[in-house]
């Protein structure tokens, strides 16, 4: 369900070390924006968020699943998936991340499934160090293809 959910071009494991999360929310949201998801000042918008709330998008160790309202420039609702080499420090008290989820919700009810369908893969950590061990697309895509 999952796999058929979600745009496969917003999938990517990135092959390169970031050093600021900042750069890291912007390597995310430009695939978004290239795929007429959201508009371009939505990442400056995640990054204004997070510096006046905090990284509250941060869930657990490890993932990250950064966003911001509807009006910041959301076009349709979309959800990439990038998995960074090395953990990414946005400054929350569950630590870094290197997987990224990161959404674009049009409006209050349209991501709900892929939310749900995302919970049940990220409940298993197994899942979670598969996803953090991917080297390519095609691994983070049999991955979800279970869900």
Known sequence: ??????????????????????????????????????TANYADAIIQSTYDNGP???????????HARPEAGVIKTG???HIF????????????A???????????????????ALSEMLV???NIAKLTAATSKNEVLDIIKAY
């Open 98 to 116: 290197n997987i990224l989820l990161t959404l674009a919700a049009k409006d209050s009810d349209t991501h709900i499934e892929v939310i749900q």
């Open 124 to 126: 298993d950590e197994e």
């Open 1 to 38: 369900m999952l796999y058929d959910l979600i745009d496969h071009d917003l999938i990517d494991v990135v092959n390169h070390d970031i050093d600021a999360w900042e750069d890291a929310v912007k390597t995310t949201t430009r695939y978004l924006e290239q795929k007429g998801y959201v």
């Open 79 to 81: 959800l990439g998936i």
């Open 56 to 66: 509250y998008y941060v869930l657990c160790p490890g993932i990250a699943m950064p």
């Open 85 to 96: 080499p090395s953990a990414i420090e946005f400054g929350s008290d569950l630590g870094p």
